[in-house]
T-cell receptor
């Protein structure tokens, strides 16, 4: 595997379900990110982890719970979601989150549908 | 006010022609970085090119170049000799600050949907 991988690629869940999204980066990077991409809206940064510590949390509802057990893996735990949470969830990683030239590399995304 | 503006929601271009995708930005920082990403229908966001505010020359990466006009606060992406595989959404993004005072967060534009016609 190379780059950034995400599983599952597609997920359909009911509002009462609990599910998790997984992201893995094979680039040796130090930071990982979760983004939400809704139709006709700019990308929204949800969470940032640097060296496994959460450094940014952009007022995301508590029904989204991130977990970063090590610098290569990132999870997004989902519970009691709403239909408006249906979106493409993108994971990204970067080498040096404090550096201005730092470039984020993205995974293919998980297309989430909440019924 | 929007910090990143992409005024072209969609564009049709004939294969092999050059195409320019517009991006204007708004920041009061002297140090910032500008990025372009490509998103095919598969969903993955692919990094294309980066321009720093202090870079004196326009960035180039293969068929991609960035027409950086600092005074006008524009950072247009130019794709030379377009190919059918260039059909995708294209996003312009900015990070304010450079070096250790830079912001983690990228500010994203709404994107331009580019369709290459055979």
């Amino acid at each position: 595997e190379t780059g950034v991988t995400q599983t599952p690629r597609h997920l359909v869940m009911g509002m009462t379900n609990k599910k998790s999204l997984k992201c893995e980066q094979h680039l040796g990077h130090n930071a990982m990110y979760w983004y939400k991409q809704s139709a006709k809206k700019p990308l929204e940064l949800m969470f940032v982890y640097s060296l496994e510590e959460r450094v940014e949390n952009n007022s995301v509802p508590s029904r989204f719970s991130p977990e970063c057990p090590n610098s290569s893996h990132l999870f997004l735990h989902l519970h009691t979601l709403q239909p408006e949470d249906s979106a493409l969830y993108l994971c990204a990683s970067s080498q040096d989150p404090g550096g201005g030239t730092d470039t984020q590399y993205f995974g293919p995304g998980t297309r989430l549908t909440v019924l | 006010a929007q910090k990143i503006t992409q005024t072209q929601p969609g564009m049709f271009v004939q294969e092999k022609e050059a195409v320019t995708l517009d991006c204007t930005y708004d920041t009061s920082d002297q140090s910032y970085g500008l990025f372009w990403y490509k998103q095919p229908s598969s969903g993955e966001m692919i990094f294309l090119i980066y321009q720093g505010s202090y870079d004196e020359q326009n960035a180039t990466e293969g068929r991609y170049s960035l027409n950086f006009q600092k005074a006008r606060k524009s950072a247009n992406l130019v794709i030379s000799a377009s190919q059918l595989g260039d059909s995708a959404m294209y996003f312009c993004a900015m990070r304010e600050g450079q070096g250790w005072d830079s912001n983690y967060q990228l500010i994203w534009g709404a994107g331009t949907k580019l369709i290459i016609k055979p």
